[in-house]
């Protein structure tokens, strides 16, 4: 029965010793409360902030963002999302009862997105004002036993225990422990900035939480194309197309506006990468407010113009004909830079010329024109479909012209490149066929039967600018970085207890006893214990001889007669 007591005792000892290594919350068996709604509350309350709850939570976000990512968004494409419902039927009504289709602003979505967020701050609090606690207090003193702990050495020396628990104090505190006496030991404690990195990660996470969800709320982000000479003001009637968080609002949009100046763009001639981009970058003359002085700037890929909380990206390139159209009568009824689409990565280019007003035809008869256009930068004989080089060495504009109504006035959204011709007729040549003819810069396209003409003038080049004003980011990108140095910390630093124990043995010798504890087991804790022992010993406490073994007189020595 006492050694029973004597051996729980030590175990509660040894307990102790190795208390507050952590600040991870104590798991608790889930017993099913018996105290009414309170105990329900408080029992939800201790499973929401348990460390298993929070890691499910994660995990579950994670795989909720799987369907975001392969899944069309309305909020990023809903061009694409018209094209999947019309693909699939049957999924499509299915996908829609999930919000499949807005996956990050879907209720299901935001409810993990929020008990995340109140998990991590159930954990966070408790945990810090338990760590300050430990911070204030010392570490525990040493156990009675040292010998069962994982790490432990022993030697004699002639020094007195007092000398020894000084310089093993100051041994301590030199190698940057928390140390301090405790009776006939030194106790010490080192790698507290492993907790500290534990609980900066989990701070980070709900910094970037809050950063990433004030960004989806108040963030903006528009598409603006602008041929050479052309300018853009920061309002919301200005962008082709524009989409914001549900809190954004125009009075958030920074004033400022800009006009783009030449665009630059060169080319690798030889080699297998021949046609790639080495260059690509605009002017660009901007001003902030309304009353801004003029600032020039250049604007490169991935290089972009920040003003405030937006930036301004380049993000897109192509040519833009200049074109001149005359009525019969030769009469100018359009003159514009007409901006094409790229089909291939040498900017072979397409679209259409579109005269919705001012044109009368040679008997005097309003009528709307629509001209496809297919654009060649560096056009090589026998190869009309493609051109052979991204550069404008030897532009060719083919145009197809057509004549009749081009349905912009039925209400029905219609793309700019993009030519309806239910109600169009085609000009024909000479031969019946239908018109269509090769413009180098300079040359004319004349109508039949004194219908007007068509001028390639030229060729100006256009720039793709995308606008966005995240707000936050910088938090979220400090919260990041946090978290990554709060991950490392507590990955790679060790937090662990060293007792140095000298009291005065029986034979008048003092008796150093040392041992170390850590958190989990690693080989630095006694590689750590070693090398403080070794200085130890060498400084304050040399080693003292083994005293003699004692012999029995009535027992003979061994090899002694009996």
């Not at 939570?57 to 061009?79: C, V």
């Not at 007092?162 to 006496?181: I, M, P, S, T, Y």
């Not at 006694?526 to 400084?539: F, M, N, R, T, V």
């Amino acid at each position: 029965m006492s050694n029973t007591t004597t051996d729980r005792a030590e175990d509660q000892d040894l307990g102790a010793a190795g208390s507050q290594l952590s600040t991870a919350p104590k798991e608790e068996p889930a017993n099913l409360p018996a105290m009414g709604v309170v105990g329900w509350v408080r029992w939800f309350w201790r499973q929401l902030t348990s460390m298993r709850v929070a890691l499910l939570l994660l995990l579950l976000l994670a795989l909720g963002a799987i369907p975001g990512s392969l899944i069309p968004q309305t909020g990023s494409d809903e061009t694409k999302v018209a094209e999947f419902r019309e693909r699939h039927e049957v999924l499509a009504p299915v996908y829609d009862k999930l919000g499949l289709f807005h996956v990050y602003s879907s209720v299901w979505f935001s409810a993990i997105y929020i008990l995340l967020f109140v998990s991590l701050i159930g954990c966070i609090v408790p945990r810090t004002w338990q760590f300050v606690g430990q911070l204030r207090g010392r570490p525990p003193g040493a156990p009675k036993r040292l010998t069962r702990l994982p790490a432990y050495t022993t030697w004699r020396t002639e020094a007195e225990p007092e000398q020894v628990r000084e310089a093993a104090l100051a041994l301590l505190k030199k190698n940057r422990f928390r140390a301090h006496l405790a009776g006939d030991a030194v106790a010490a404690e080192k790698g507290y900035l492993r907790e500290v990195g534990n609980l900066l990660f989990h701070i980070a996470l709900i910094v970037m939480l809050i950063a990433f969800a004030w960004g989806q709320l108040f963030k903006s982000e528009g598409n603006k194309l602008l041929v050479e000479g052309h300018g853009f003001s920061n309002t919301l009637i200005s962008y082709d197309d524009f989409k914001s968080g549900n809190l954004f609002s125009t009075d958030d949009l920074t004033p400022f506006s800009f006009t783009l100046g030449d665009f630059t763009g060169t080319y690798e001639t030889t080699g297998p990468n021949k046609g790639t981009p080495r260059t690509y970058q605009t002017t660009l003359t901007y001003s902030e407010g309304a009353y801004g002085k003029d600032r020039k700037t250049t604007v490169k890929v991935n290089q972009p113009l920040e003003i405030g909380d937006s930036k301004v990206y380049l993000t897109a390139h192509g040519y833009a004909p200049v074109v001149t159209v005359r009525d019969g009568k030769g009469k100018v009824v359009f003159r514009d830079a007409v901006p094409l689409l790229p089909l291939d990565s040498n900017v072979t280019s397409t679209g259409v010329i579109k005269v919705l007003d001012g044109y009368k035809n040679a008997n005097g008869v309003t009528e709307q024109l629509g001209i496809k256009a297919f654009f060649l930068p560096t056009y090589t004989a026998g190869s009309e479909v493609a051109s052979a080089f991204p550069a404008l060495i030897n532009p060719v504009l083919n145009l197809e012209p057509y004549y009749g109504d081009l349905g912009v006035n039925s209400g029905i959204p219609q793309s700019v490149y993009q030519l309806d011709k239910k109600h169009m007729k085609g000009f024909k040549d000479a031969k019946g066929k239908q018109l269509r003819d090769n413009l180098r810069p300079g040359q004319t396209m004349k109508l039949p039967d004194g219908a007007g003409s068509i001028t390639y003038e030229g060729t100006k080049e256009w720039a793709n600018f995308q606008i966005t004003q995240q707000p936050a980011s910088g938090w979220a990108l400090a919260g990041s970085l946090a978290a990554i140095l709060g991950l490392a910390a507590s990955l790679f630093i060790q937090r662990r207890r060293v007792w140095v124990r000298a009291v005065r043995g029986a034979d008048g010798v003092t008796v150093v006893e040392m041992a170390g504890l850590g958190r989990s087991e690693s080989a630095k804790v006694p590689e750590e214990l070693g090398d403080l022992a070794g200085i130890l010993y060498e400084q304050a406490a040399p080693g003292a001889p083994d005293p003699e073994p004692t012999t029995d007189p009535a027992v003979p020595a061994e090899g002694a007669e009996k």
